[in-house]
């Protein structure tokens, strides 16, 4: 059983915006800090934003910082990324993760479970 299952992915033209929703599957992953990662057609996989168990702590990426906003709701136990003014370069796979401790990392080895990934696809 997958432990993530990921959501809201499609295709949307540039300067567009789509909402990712990272929901656990079969466990809570309470105290667990989660994170968006993704990889394009080509390249390796990719940090692009992080949340601490509290969500008082935030990480992002360069690339999409002022663009993407990364939330989550304990209470439903879902994770989401806001993704705002999307770009041709960030079509991609993009999957969620979720690490057992409460403090977020970009590294993408700190991460032990992982979904399936949803695709991105922005048109010019």
């Known amino acids: 059983q997958v432990p993530l299952v990921e959501s809201g992915g499609g295709l949307v033209q540039a300067g567009g915006s789509l909402r990712l929703s990272c929901a656990a599957s079969?466990?809570?992953?309470?105290?667990?800090?989660r994170g968006w990662f993704r990889r394009a057609p080509g390249k390796e996989r990719e940090f692009v934003a992080a949340?601490?168990?509290?969500?008082?702590?935030?990480y992002y990426a360069d690339s999409v910082k002022g663009r993407f906003t990364i939330s989550r709701d304990n209470a439903k136990n879902t994770m989401y990324l806001q993704m705002d003014s999307l770009k041709p370069e960030d079509t991609a796979v993009y999957y969620c993760?979720?690490?057992?401790?409460?403090?977020?990392?970009?590294?993408?080895?700190?991460?032990?479970?992982w979904g399936q990934g949803t695709q991105v696809t922005v048109s010019s």
């Open positions: 993760a979720a690490r057992n401790r409460g403090d977020p990392t970009a590294t993408m080895t700190g991460y032990g479970y």
């Open positions: 079969g466990r809570t992953f309470s105290g667990f800090a």
């Open positions: 949340i601490s168990w509290t969500g008082d702590v935030t």
